[in-house]
């Protein structure tokens, strides 16, 4: 099901989160994964069986085999599908055939959820015994390698993400990526990102970016309708699809994240990291605002020394972030002189966060990202 909409009928194990077979498609998989209409029928399951293993949790995830334990369940994937196989990332949920349920009566989005579960898949070394309340939450359907989970905060939906016991600096990250993208881009092409005492760290939080209505397609299915990304990849591939789809100025936004990308040296834009959104009811398409900026500003280096270059591989066009700076086609968006005093917001914001007065490593990344903005002004000029 995709809200209210039948995709198809399937042959699935529980145990496993498995797809055996798809039985019947209704109104040819229009309602289904957008991959669907360019597959054909062999191809389909071999996708469906792909993307919907990917929704589970990836066991790359910290802790996650103890969460598991506490939890009483065997896997990520037989997680992912209790309490329907519901998300809120997404809209499609699972039912027995003969099963008499409405989607309006169970999703996350119109209903309160508990955030036990996703504490203790955040924080499984939290004090309690064996898990005893139901595991249906949305936080079994969440990817990424940081620990995260969904909350209610304030009556809004909100994603909760930890950091990486190096710097812990993720979040910090998030925060002045978000700030960056306030400068240079539109309120609706960035989710807001803001810092969260979460009682023992400081972790990052962020609204839905979507609605009850819609879904986040990845870039990946765009490129590469099967899921499997078997060359190299370039802006036109992207571009040429959003437009068959309605979506003139995906070559933009494109451009506009390699460019902040390049200025906060990050280096995980993978293709899962961007992509569009559809509203399952109307069939319209947008494109889906940046988030997940985490990875960037050097946060897995442990010691810098130096102030020259600080090298890194780039995502998702080229490995070489100088030569997917060359890739931009659109500049206009792009005004300079918006960024004066982002130099001070980044030192005041690393300094009095996760360096913890380490001046020495702050003035190094400050140095490297003004040097970065000369570089995107270059490029720019030329």
Not at 250 to 257: A, E, I, N, P, Y
Not at 261 to 280: S, T
């Amino acid at each position: 099901m995709n809200r209210t909409h039948p995709v198809c009928d399937i042959e699935f194990i529980h145990e496993n989160s498995f797809v055996s077979r798809i039985l019947r498609m209704h109104d040819d998989g229009a309602y289904g994964p957008l991959s669907f209409r360019w597959l054909d029928d062999q191809a389909r399951l071999v996708f469906f069986r792909n993307w919907w293993g990917n929704r589970a949790i990836p066991d790359t995830r910290p802790n996650l085999s103890e969460s598991l334990i506490k939890l009483g369940v065997a896997s990520a994937a037989e997680l992912a599908s209790v309490g329907f196989g519901l998300s809120l990332s997404d809209q499609y949920w699972i039912k027995d055939v003969n099963e008499d349920i409405d989607w309006h009566s169970i999703n996350y989005f119109e209903h309160p959820f508990s955030d036990e579960v996703g504490r203790l898949l955040m924080s499984p070394s939290i004090e309690m015994g064996q898990f005893a309340g139901s595991t249906a939450a949305p936080s079994n359907t969440t990817d990424g390698v940081l620990p995260k989970r969904w909350s209610i905060i304030d009556g809004e939906i909100t994603m909760l993400k930890g950091a990486t016991p190096i710097l812990f600096q993720e979040p910090y990250n998030e925060l002045i990526a978000t700030h960056l993208y306030s400068l240079l881009l539109d309120s609706k092409r960035y989710v807001n990102y803001r810092l969260y005492n979460d009682g023992s760290e400081i972790i990052s939080a962020c609204p839905n970016m979507l609605n009850s209505h819609e879904e986040f397609i990845p870039a990946l299915y765009l490129a590469f309708p099967d899921g499997r990304s078997s060359h190299k990849l370039m802006p036109e591939q992207v571009s040429t699809v959003c437009i068959d789809l309605g979506i003139d100025d995906m070559q933009t936004f494109v451009s506009q994240f390699i460019v902040c990308d390049y200025i906060l040296a990050n280096r995980d834009r993978h293709l899962r990291n961007f992509g569009i959104i559809r509203d399952v009811d109307s069939m319209q398409f947008r494109i889906g605002p940046l988030f997940d900026s985490g990875a960037a500003l050097w946060n897995d280096v442990n010691t810098l020394v130096g102030g020259g270059k600080l090298d890194y591989s780039s995502r998702p066009f080229h490995r070489i972030p100088e030569q997917q700076l060359d890739v931009v086609s659109d500049w206009e968006w792009f005004d300079s002189t918006k960024l004066e005093g982002f130099d001070s917001y980044l030192f005041q914001t690393l300094v009095e966060g996760p360096l913890k007065g380490d001046q020495i490593r702050t003035e190094i990344i400050v140095r490297a990202v003004q040097a970065r903005i000369n570089t995107v002004i270059s490029h720019r000029d030329k």
